[in-house]
């Protein structure tokens, strides 16, 4: 009993500091802002994501837009999400070319815009160079509070990015049917359940890979104890008790944990797998994250980790724009051939800088 509560006293930890970061806001450009609570204050100032204009992020191999397609698994009956396609898609030249699809899941109190304007221009700046191969990029609108689980109040979000999203985005568009293809993608809780996805059902993709994800021990009497005493919020408000149990329930949150997951897998059918975290995370992921790898080591199953030294959070501090290069061109490895082969001239200045620090492109 003592172990579930600690395990819940953690998650709601984790959980009630997100709810007051980036609360209705945006974070911040690398630089702008002071110390490590990326995500906050300046933010705000800059106001609501959805008054930003995505037009001030300039892209010269994408193009960008915000659209919406039917679901059955949301409750609305829709779902939305940012795509972007390579800006020659619409060349005759390329029309019996097929492109492969990553997919983008975002962190708490975010959505696919907190990506465009935070990781986008670094997915530009990483096919402009030729280290990324042109693609077809979705990133995924997910309730903004969601643990991306089926039996949600908004619906079943997990059928959502795992079956709907991609039948969609293949009736739309060219999309290469090889799983190598097939890349997904996330930050934080969204970066829990690209390994969540992958590990439990590793045919679907080529490549799975994180950013500080929310990973938590396997055992709960080695939680850290820097969460303890903090009060749960969204269990009953938002039906997390139903999902995970109240107190948390081990054996449901072992199908939700990836280092569960990863003790307990015994084959991910070639799955290529990248994940990093930092050593100044506020929640501390980079020890579970360490603890993930570990327990994946011990099964022999291959895979790229990176504790960053110095390395926060999210967007705020520069760090997710900085390892986004890192993890794309880990992504861009394990694409066939075919469309592997589909690369841009490198352009004449270095790119591939944080979004903050690159410089800016031509209008998309």
Known sequence: ????????????????????????????????????????????????????????????????????????????????????????????????????????????????????????????????????????????????????????????????????????????????????DHALMGVSLGGMAVLRYGLSSPELYGTV??????????DPANLPPQH????QRFGERLGWNDLLGNPIDPAKFAKVNPTSLATATTDVKGLRIYFDAGTNDRYGFGPANEELSAALKAKGIAHTFRLIDGGEHSWGGGTIQAALVESLAFVNGGFSKACAANVAKPAAAPVGAPAGEAKSGGSK
């Open 1 to 180: 009993m003592r172990s579930t509560k600690l395990l819940a006293a953690l998650l709601a930890a984790f959980l009630a500091e997100a709810a007051l970061a980036q609360e209705g806001g945006t974070p911040p450009p690398p630089g702008g802002q002071q110390g490590g609570r990326e995500g906050r204050g300046e933010g705000r100032r800059r106001g609501r994501r959805s008054e930003r204009d995505p037009a001030t992020v300039k892209l010269t191999q994408l193009t960008y837009q915000r659209l919406e397609f039917e679901t059955n698994n949301a409750t609305s009956g829709k779902a939305a999400a940012g795509v972007y396609l390579p800006a020659d898609y619409a060349d005759p030249a390329n029309a019996e070319r097929k492109y492969p699809l990553v997919v983008w899941l975002h962190g708490m109190n975010e959505d696919d815009r907190d990506f465009h304007f935070g990781g986008a221009k670094v997915v530009d700046e990483t096919i402009a160079a030729g280290k990324l191969a042109k693609c077809i990029v979705v990133a995924f609108a997910a309730p903004s509070r969601t643990l991306y689980m089926n039996g949600e109040q908004e619906g079943n979000v997990c059928d959502q990015i795992t079956k709907d999203l991609p039948a969609w985005a293949a009736a739309q568009w060219r999309v290469s049917p090889e799983r190598a």
């Open 209 to 218: 890979a994180a950013h500080s994800a929310a990973t938590f021990p396997a």
């Open 228 to 231: 303890l005493g903090t009060v």
